[in-house]
Nanobody
């Protein structure tokens, strides 16, 4: 399976962006999926995840502002980001648990820049 993330860009603080992650293959619905981000000089962190059954989880800093979803018919996962803050600036990656119980398949990143 291959993942492709897109939708990043430059937005002012308080604005919104929606990221998409398109997956190839026919078994997208069987994967747990997640969004990660890596800010300059920082380690990569998980932002949100959605299980193959649709259960979601979020890191505390984005709860109530970011919303993860998936459309299995379109082989696509989304991250709706609202009320963006400068500290949300990072490269965002999508990932899937394809072969193991960890996120082992990654898409290329998409840059989100939030200006103050």
């Amino acid at each position: 399976v291959q993942l492709q993330a897109f939708g990043g860009g430059l937005v002012q603080a308080g604005g919104s962006l929606k990221l998409s992650c398109a997956a190839s293959g026919r078994t997208f619905s069987s994967y747990d999926m997640g969004w990660f981000r890596q800010a300059p000089g920082k380690e990569r962190e998980v932002v949100a995840s959605v299980s193959r059954l649709g259960s979601t989880s979020y890191t505390d800093s984005v709860k109530g502002r970011f919303f993860i979803s998936r459309d299995n018919a379109k082989n696509t996962m989304y991250l709706q980001m609202t009320n963006l803050k400068p500290e949300d600036t990072a490269v965002y990656y999508c990932a899937a648990k394809v072969r193991t119980i960890i996120f082992d398949t990654w898409g290329q990143g998409t840059l989100v820049t939030v200006s103050s």
